[in-house]
């Protein structure tokens, strides 16, 4: 997985809780991300992070919050959860963003909110 | 908007068999096409990436082609082994947006013995 390790891997937690989601990376790579998988849909893009500090949105950004104050940690907080908020989700890290460039992604945090 | 549409969305094949698998998208102006392999609680990993200029791409038993008119892609598998059961997922990128890739929902292949 190319480096890229999160934290936790399985996750329960109850409607109105806080979580947070922790992506670690060793490649030293710019640019990270964070996906959720869904059945029934592609994996959609949550935020990403172009440098420490630097973040902006995704496709699916509501109701998530990112930080990245390291190059190799990124991190996705729900601030309250909700049942609709859970999935699979994956970071993934790129050297560019000029195409054509290679996204690795991490092992995914599988997250049940009940 | 852009759409990335595989077909199909399941597949079962004996091991030893070929397949392959369809990807339509209208994702424009296109940039490049990716195939990822997804094991079941994994993350994807990349198999092949193709630009334009690109019609055949192959990574072992596995070759993708690209007709960037018709803007279709086929990933075939040769000689399909058990390990091969995964989900299979194209993903086209818009040439003017660095960070947006276009995730096809993935074809789900079970490679029986």
């Known amino acids: 997985d190319a480096g890229i390790t999160q934290s936790p891997r399985h996750k329960v937690t109850e409607t109105g809780t806080p979580v947070t989601l922790r992506c670690h990376q060793t490649?030293?790579?710019?640019?990270m991300y964070w996906y959720r998988q869904d059945p029934g849909h592609g994996l959609r893009l949550i935020h990403y992070?172009?440098?420490?500090?630097?973040?902006d949105k995704g496709e699916v950004s509501d109701g998530y919050s990112v930080s990245r104050s390291k190059t190799e940690d990124f991190l996705l907080t729900l601030e309250s959860a909700t049942s609709s908020q859970t999935s699979v989700y994956f970071c993934?890290?790129?050297?560019?963003?000029?195409?054509?460039?290679?996204?690795?992604f991490g092992p995914g945090t599988r997250l049940t909110v009940t | 908007k852009n759409q990335v549409e595989q077909s199909p969305q399941s597949l079962i094949i004996l091991e030893g068999k070929n397949c392959t698998l369809q990807?339509?998208?209208?994702?424009?102006?296109?940039?490049?096409l990716r195939w990822y392999k997804q094991d079941t609680g994994r993350g994807p990993v990349s198999l092949t990436i193709?630009?334009?200029?690109?019609n055949t791409k192959s990574n072992g038993r596995y070759t993708a082609t690209l007709d960037a008119d018709t803007k279709q892609s086929s990933l075939h598998i040769t000689a399909s082994q058990l390990s091969d059961s995964a989900s299979y997922i194209c993903?086209?990128?818009?040439?003017?947006?660095?960070?947006?890739?276009?995730f096809g929902k993935g074809t789900s292949l079970l490679v029986t013995p």
């Open positions: 992070s172009y440098g420490v500090k630097d973040t």
């Open positions: 490649e030293n790579h710019r640019y």
């Open positions: 990807c339509n998208y209208t994702v424009s102006p296109f940039s490049n």
């Open positions: 993903v086209v990128s818009e040439r003017n947006s660095g960070y947006a890739l276009n």
């Open positions: 993934a890290i790129s050297e560019s963003q000029i195409h054509p460039y290679e996204q690795y």
């Open positions: 193709m630009t334009f200029s690109e």
